[in-house]
């Protein structure tokens, strides 16, 4: 993976818990590797041409002509991109519309970033749905209430099979593919094909708009 922020000392505490955090992961089967470091939108564009990592690190608050939903955008429009998780200091309305909209497969707060880190860069690697707490809870009190949305969602979720639209559920649950699996009596690689399809039938971009998506039909309970 790869780290962008133009403030060395939090590249330097990020590179810290990434380390650390990675050490004692010992319920998964990857190690997070740090292949490189960029200190601007610009930088991390080459830099994730060059060395084609797995997942990028952003910081949205980034100097220069490129910020970082610019980067985010170009990033995610590559051939093969790498999944990109947005990071901030602010989770305001603004700063999740901008970096979903860019294209981020999941967004997180650094002061909520220190215990979740390695699990998160996981998550997003596998395609799950990644958000700090206070960024879904921020989300649902500003989509769900608002009616036209919750119909439209509704009917999103309607288009979905059965199957699909349980493993979306579970997810929205903050349910890892595994968990769905055991929950459906399926394999997490049937899980991945589920959620994958109805991403595409709810025109989803990502897990995380997904999950938001069946918050706001308001499809909580599964049967």
Not at 18 to 23: D, F, L, N, V
Not at 35 to 60: H, K
Not at 126 to 137: C, F, I, L, N, Y
Request: aromatic letters at 4%.
């Amino acid at each position: 993976m790869i780290l962008v922020d133009d403030d060395q000392f939090v590249l330097s505490y990020l590179a810290d818990l990434i380390g650390r955090g990675s050490s004692i992961d010992e319920a998964s089967d990857y190690r997070v590797q740090i292949v490189g470091i960029a200190a601007s939108g610009a930088e991390a564009i080459s830099l994730v041409r060059e060395v084609r990592p797995d997942v990028v690190l952003m910081d949205l608050q980034m100097p220069g002509e490129v910020s970082g939903a610019d980067a985010i955008r170009t990033i995610t429009h590559g051939i093969e991109p790498p999944k990109v998780l947005a990071l901030t200091a602010f989770g305001d309305d603004r700063n999740i519309r901008q970096a979903l909209a860019a294209g981020a497969d999941g967004y997180l707060i650094k002061a909520q970033a220190a215990n979740v880190l390695v699990s998160s860069i996981i998550k997003a690697h596998e395609g799950e749905a990644v958000a700090s707490p206070d960024v879904t809870k921020h989300l649902m009190n500003h989509l769900v209430h608002e009616d036209s949305e919750v119909l439209e969602a509704r009917e999103l979720v309607r288009e979905l099979h059965e199957d699909e639209r349980k493993a979306a559920e579970f997810l929205a649950q903050g349910k890892t593919y595994d968990q769905i699996a055991a929950q459906m009596y399926n394999s997490p690689s049937n899980v991945k094909k589920l959620l994958s399809r109805a991403r595409r039938t709810v025109g989803a971009a990502n897990s995380v708009e997904l999950a938001v998506i069946i918050d706001r039909a308001k499809l909580r309970g599964v049967e």
